[in-house]
């Protein structure tokens, strides 16, 4: 299958860091090294993370991204080659395989040596000084990629990459249980739809979304209990204390980057209640409103941040995709549609999620 390879193939470039500007170049092919495989990608899903770091706008991260980065962290595609050393590896030529946003470990970090590889102090992350899924072939660990189970469409597996196991991680951190209120922030996004579905449906959480009116459907569609627009709702705590009794939520998902979700976010708890922070706000961070001392020992609070899983829980998410349990709500565009794809989503209009062709 390698001689039938390409010397050159599409990728889809940020060509002009600190705005909204994409274009298609044409990239010689890479060949994998001791312990990576290579990969011929069909899809990627677009992240908000993908549009903050293509914009400069996470003060979080050491340095602007570069010119001519390609990114991109939620690919499926085929492995095509192995490379040295790879021949006992769990994976082969013709596999199905996923990138997540970390592309590589340490595995010898106090994050990784707990099992929290999405943590790696070390790791390389994809899309970010290290070439993204925005491509038509990268290169990967062989023991880091992602199995895609048989009978799951690729551009549906893609988003559950990140959004999907970014949700499915943060509600296991929630401490939410069976039968338990949550509210999801963001609820009708990328992350936000199938937050609702794993917490609805796969938990069995009494749900209340929050997000615009103009994404109520696709909430209460996606399993929603109940749905409140952030532009028609004057009082958001009183609402919600409302539909659970006069209590709050045992748990409340920030699932946003919007800084005034963080600002009102613990108002929303009860009782040894807990907000999971996964949405990282761009730009200046406003802090969680009312997190003092006092109230947090009172009411026995606790605020939690989540990254996006790890791996074994990828595996997990991806097999909740395969038994019908999750589905994104998802449109396919062609590669050369992500500028526009990235300016719907500048703009607040995009629902759900958006994934590449990249043939």
Same mark, same amino acid.
């Given at each position: 299958?390698?001689?039938?390879?390409?010397?050159?193939y599409?990728?889809?470039?940020?060509?002009?860091?600190?705005?909204?500007?994409?274009?298609?170049?044409?990239?010689?092919?890479?060949?994998?090294?001791?312990?990576?495989?290579?990969?011929?990608?069909?899809?990627?899903?677009?992240?908000?993370?993908?549009?903050?770091?293509?914009?400069?706008?996470?003060?979080?991260l050491?340095?602007?991204?570069?010119?001519?980065?390609?990114?991109?962290?939620?690919?499926?595609?085929?492995?095509?080659?192995?490379?040295?050393?790879?021949?006992?590896?769990?994976?082969?030529?013709?596999?199905?395989?996923?990138?997540?946003?970390?592309?590589?470990?340490c595995?010898s970090?106090?994050?990784?040596?707990?099992?929290?590889?999405?943590?790696?102090?070390?790791?390389?992350?994809?899309?970010?000084?290290?070439?993204?899924?925005?491509?038509?072939?990268?290169?990967?660990?062989?023991?880091?990629?992602?199995?895609?189970?048989?009978?799951?469409?690729s551009?549906?597996?893609?988003?559950?990459l990140?959004?999907?196991?970014?949700?499915?991680?943060?509600?296991? $951190?929630?401490?939410?249980?069976?039968?338990?209120?949550?509210?999801?922030?963001?609820?009708?996004?990328?992350?936000? =739809?199938?937050?609702?579905?794993?917490?609805?449906?796969?938990?069995? =959480?009494?749900?209340?979304?929050?997000?615009?009116?103009?994404?109520?459907?696709?909430?209460?569609?996606?399993?929603?209990?109940?749905f409140?627009?952030i532009?028609?709702? *004057? *009082?958001?705590?009183?609402?919600?204390?409302?539909?659970?009794g006069?209590?709050?939520?045992?748990?409340?998902?920030?699932?946003?980057?919007?800084?005034?979700?963080?600002?009102?976010?613990?108002?929303?708890?009860?009782?040894?209640?807990?907000?999971?922070?996964?949405?990282?706000?761009?730009?200046?961070?406003v802090?969680?409103?009312?997190?003092?001392?006092?109230?947090?020992?009172?009411?026995?609070?606790?605020?939690?941040?989540?990254?996006?899983?790890?791996?074994?829980?990828?595996?997990?998410?991806?097999?909740?995709?395969?038994?019908?349990?999750? $589905?994104?709500?998802?449109?396919?565009?062609?590669?050369?549609?992500?500028?526009?794809?990235?300016?719907?989503?500048?703009?607040?209009?995009?629902?759900?999620?958006?994934?590449?062709?990249?043939?």
């Amino acid at each position: 299958m390698a001689s039938e390879l390409p010397k050159k193939y599409k990728a889809v470039v940020y060509d002009k860091p600190g705005s909204i500007s994409t274009k298609i170049e044409e990239l010689d092919m890479p060949e994998p090294t001791a312990g990576q495989v290579l990969i011929n990608l069909t899809h990627s899903g677009v992240c908000h993370s993908d549009m903050g770091v293509m914009m400069n706008n996470w003060s979080i991260l050491p340095a602007p991204t570069q010119a001519g980065q390609v990114g991109g962290h939620e690919g499926v595609g085929k492995i095509v080659k192995m490379g040295p050393g790879t021949e006992n590896s769990a994976v082969k030529v013709g596999d199905r395989v996923g990138i997540k946003w970390m592309a590589a470990i340490c595995e010898s970090c106090e994050a990784c040596r707990a099992g929290a590889d999405a943590n790696c102090f070390n790791g390389k992350i994809s899309g970010y000084y290290t070439p993204g899924t925005f491509q038509q072939y990268v290169l990967s660990p062989a023991n880091y990629v992602t199995p895609i189970p048989d009978g799951l469409d690729s551009a549906a597996a893609a988003p559950m990459l990140c959004a999907g196991v970014t949700v499915y991680s943060a509600l296991r $951190k929630s401490g939410a249980e069976s039968g338990n209120w949550v509210v999801i922030m963001g609820a009708g996004g990328g992350l936000g =739809h199938l937050g609702v579905q794993f917490s609805a449906r796969g938990i069995g =959480h009494r749900v209340i979304g929050i997000d615009h009116s103009s994404k109520k459907d696709v909430v209460l569609e996606s399993g929603a209990e109940h749905f409140l627009p952030i532009d028609g709702t *004057d *009082d958001m705590t009183a609402a919600v204390k409302e539909l659970t009794g006069g209590v709050g939520a045992h748990a409340v998902l920030v699932l946003t980057a919007n800084n005034n979700a963080y600002a009102s976010a613990l108002d929303l708890l009860r009782f040894g209640g807990r907000v999971v922070c996964v949405g990282i706000p761009e730009n200046e961070p406003v802090p969680i409103k009312n997190a003092y001392p006092g109230l947090m020992v009172a009411k026995a609070l606790s605020i939690v941040g989540s990254a996006v899983g790890d791996r074994k829980e990828a595996i997990e998410t991806l097999d909740f995709a395969a038994r019908g349990v999750v $589905k994104t709500h998802y449109r396919v565009e062609k590669k050369e549609k992500l500028t526009e794809v990235f300016n719907e989503m500048f703009e607040g209009k995009m629902k759900g999620r958006v994934v590449l062709d990249l043939s």
